[in-house]
């Protein structure tokens, strides 16, 4: 039947992968962003976590319980635009059947024993992305995101904003010339 979505567009999705923000996407909360899909379907939406934009803050300068000095030197990532005031730690980790796993929302106690595994990245964010349903898909085919898959190396990589350029110069010849594109091209 004409207008029916296909099997396979139903099936598809980018939970585990990483998406990478067009380099025409500079309006400040996605520019260069690094996203790590947590959830994705065409009909529920979609919920990521920037992992590569970091604040200037750390956890000590939020939170100032004893008991959780641990994660004090932890630094502070801008996960989204959306519930910028919730404070929230995650962990992901590497997995060599699966490949990358994600831990979102875990208590400080947690993140804490997780930190402990030299193979595991705890991480503390404020914020996360989400896209209605059919939102993500929109953008996709308006060229607003990039997508590809994590490798075992990104939890060593810096989460800064050169693992956008790192990350997209390594898809093909074409994603290294985008990588290597000025944030602005009109002040050539």
């Known amino acids: 039947m004409a207008g029916d979505p296909s099997a ?4 598809f999705s980018l939970r585990g992968r990483l998406l990478l923000a ?8 996605f520019d ?7 959830e994705h379907s065409r009909e529920k939406g ?19 319980d004893p ?27 590497w997995n060599k059947t699966t490949g990358l796993e994600f831990k979102p929302h875990i208590s400080p106690q947690n993140a804490m024993a997780l930190m402990k595994k030299k193979t595991n990245l705890v991480r503390a964010s404020v914020g996360h992305s989400a896209w209605s349903p ?4 929109d953008e996709l085919q308006r060229n607003t995101w990039i997508t590809t898959k994590p490798s075992e ?15 997209l110069k390594n898809i093909s010849p074409y994603h290294y010339l985008l990588a290597q594109s000025p944030k602005n091209p009109f002040l050539n």
């Open 134 to 137: 059919g939102q993500l898909e």
């Open 153 to 167: 190396n990104l939890l060593a990589a810096p989460h800064d904003l050169s693992l956008w350029q790192d990350l």
């Open 46 to 64: 979609a919920m990521g976590v920037i992992i590569n934009h970091r604040s200037e803050s750390t956890v000590g300068d939020i939170i100032s």
């Open 67 to 93: 008991a959780l000095a641990p994660l004090h030197p932890l630094p502070v990532h801008q996960g989204g635009p959306l519930s910028t005031n919730e404070l929230s730690f995650s962990c992901f980790s």
């Open 22 to 29: 067009s380099p025409a996407l500079a309006d400040g909360t």
């Open 8 to 11: 396979s567009e139903l099936s």
């Open 32 to 38: 260069r962003s690094v996203i790590f899909m947590a």
